[in-house]
């Protein structure tokens, strides 16, 4: 497929052949440059994939190409933009169970270490989203400067204190941060 024809199929609704790796990709490049509501502000193009919604695949006849993936947006620029280290907590929705699946193996006995290196690059990301400098600054943060939806992506790891204390062990941590914003219940 060349690249007029993926703008032509944009426009017209044409059905598109996903077999191709190369159309896939021209189709989903050309779909987040044209789609307005994902803002300027994004710092690289592959940003603006973490904006990708079934809305926007499947009003723009993407319908095939996400049953390629289960409907999973994420598993679908995950696999189309392989040089890229997407960082899954970052889409609308991760892959079903991806939550789950972390917290098993960081859980484990015996952590696995690409886990909770995983899991460490979300705190940090966590931090700087909240504008936390510090790891002090957890201690201070209620459930409502978090969220709902941070708090449960914690509580699926077994809470904040104690996923904090196992990602960072040599930081010397308040007792009070357990019950201040440790699992929510």
């Avoid at 919604?53 to 499947?58: E, P, Q």
């Amino acid at each position: 497929m060349n690249y007029k024809f993926v703008i032509n199929h944009l426009r017209t609704g044409t059905r598109c052949s996903w077999k191709s790796a190369y159309e896939r990709r021209k189709y989903l490049d050309e779909l987040t440059k044209r789609t307005e509501d994902f803002g300027d502000s994004l710092t690289s193009p592959y940003d603006r994939l973490y904006k990708l919604t079934f809305l926007h695949l499947t009003r723009n006849h993407g319908s095939g190409l996400l049953k390629l993936y289960g409907s999973s947006i994420a598993m679908c620029v995950c696999t189309e933009y392989p040089e890229f280290a997407f960082k899954l907590w970052k889409f609308e929705k991760p892959p079903d169970g991806w939550w789950i699946h972390l917290a098993t193996l960081f859980n484990n006995s015996s952590c696995d270490p690409i886990a909770e290196a995983v899991l460490r690059e979300f705190v940090l990301d966590a931090m700087q989203e909240k504008n936390l400098k510090t790891l002090d600054e957890w201690e201070n943060v209620s459930h409502a400067h978090l969220g709902s939806s941070l708090l449960q992506r914690f509580n699926y790891l077994g809470g904040l204190h104690y996923t904090l204390q196992r990602l960072f062990p040599n930081h010397k941590w308040n007792k009070q941060i357990t019950n201040r914003v440790g699992k929510f219940e």
